[in-house]
């Protein structure tokens, strides 16, 4: 099993701030009664719970692999763990934003869908060894993917969201404009990084990942959850509309 170099440094920060996050959900939602409220703090609380794991094996050397590749002398290090914990978390992120929206089961599955494409397809290309370029291929094919979520995220989600309560309204939008700036620069992060074209090194590179996950997921966690009047009012529409059904 591979080693991990100084970047380690950051992934025991990393496993740190995400187990703190988790244990900081329980915390918030301690005492919540309301199934509907309940629902939000399950599923947030599972985003860093899972990537404290992640982030864990990572530091251990548990979730990295060496390829050698034709096109350099040096082995190339990849944490594939990153995908199997954004495999699970990213769907959960969706999740949280479309129950916030109102959305129907046809946009959340179209939406994790979409997402489960991304990363499996971010993943090939992290793996692929033949040439490059294919790696490159890959990357594109993920954007592809990541391009028609936040299609969806602008229109069809939005426009759900805009039927909710104002203050309901008012944070979706505030989660999904997060969602938006933040994800995006994960497919830049990785085509200058080693994934890429190398023009950041590993060192660097798991840096800027950790600080991007832990405000994707910890940051998300803590502008949703500190709305607890808020996550009343949606549970209450939500009530409202099954009873009208
Ligand atoms: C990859 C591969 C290259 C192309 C694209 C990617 C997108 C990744 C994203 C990840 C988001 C992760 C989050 C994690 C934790 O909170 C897989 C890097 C488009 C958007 C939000």
Same mark, same amino acid.
């Given at each position: 099993? /591979?080693?991990?170099?100084?970047?380690?440094?950051?992934?025991?920060?990393?496993?740190?701030?995400?187990?703190?996050?988790?244990?900081?959900?329980?915390?918030?939602? %301690?005492?919540?009664?309301?199934?509907e409220?309940?629902?939000?703090?399950?599923?947030? &609380?599972? @985003? /860093?719970?899972?990537?404290?794991?992640?982030?864990?094996?990572?530091?251990?050397?548990?979730?990295?692999?060496?390829?050698?590749? /034709? %096109?350099?002398?040096?082995?190339? $290090?990849?944490?594939?763990?990153?995908?199997? $914990?954004?495999?699970?978390?990213?769907?959960?992120?969706?999740?949280?934003?479309?129950?916030?929206?109102g959305?129907?089961?046809?946009? &959340?599955?179209?939406?994790?869908?979409? $997402?489960?494409?991304?990363?499996?397809?971010?993943?090939?290309?992290?793996?692929?060894?033949?040439?490059?370029?294919?790696?490159?291929?890959?990357?594109?094919?993920?954007?592809?993917?990541?391009?028609?979520?936040?299609?969806?995220?602008?229109?069809?989600?939005?426009?759900?969201?805009?039927t909710q309560p104002?203050?309901v309204?008012?944070?979706?939008?505030?989660?999904?404009?997060?969602?938006?700036?933040? %994800?995006?620069?994960? /497919?830049?992060?990785?085509?200058?990084?080693?994934?890429?074209?190398?023009? @950041?090194?590993?060192?660097?590179?798991?840096?800027?990942?950790?600080?991007?996950?832990?405000?994707?997921?910890?940051?998300?966690?803590?502008?949703?959850?500190?709305?607890?009047?808020?996550? $009343?009012q949606v549970s209450s529409s939500t009530a409202d509309a099954?009873?009208?059904?």
């Open positions: 099993m /591979p080693s991990p170099g100084a970047e380690q440094i950051w992934l025991w920060i990393g496993t740190a701030l995400m187990a703190v996050g988790t244990l900081a959900f329980i915390g918030m939602g %301690w005492g919540e009664e309301d199934p409220a309940q629902e939000y703090y399950i599923i947030t &609380i599972f @985003i /860093p719970a899972i990537a404290a794991s992640a982030y864990f094996s990572m530091a251990m050397g548990f979730g990295l692999t060496e390829l050698s590749v /034709p %096109w350099a002398s040096e082995a190339l $290090d990849i944490y594939w763990a990153r995908y199997a $914990d954004w495999l699970f978390t990213t769907p959960l992120l969706l999740i949280d934003l479309a129950l916030l929206a959305a129907n089961r046809n946009t &959340i599955s179209t939406l994790v869908g979409l $997402d489960v494409g991304m990363i499996v397809t971010g993943l090939v290309g992290a793996l692929v060894t033949s040439s490059q370029t294919m790696r490159i291929v890959w990357w594109g094919i993920s954007c592809g993917f990541f391009l028609a979520l936040l299609y969806i995220l602008v229109s069809r989600l939005s426009a759900q969201a805009s104002g203050s309204g008012a944070l979706f939008s505030t989660l999904r404009n997060v969602v938006i700036l933040l %994800w995006t620069a994960y /497919p830049i992060v990785w085509i200058v990084g080693t994934e890429g074209l190398g023009l @950041i090194p590993l060192y660097w590179e798991t840096a800027v990942f950790m600080v991007l996950d832990v405000l994707a997921k910890v940051g998300f966690g803590f502008l949703l959850l500190r709305s607890r009047s808020v996550l $009343d099954t009873a009208a059904d």
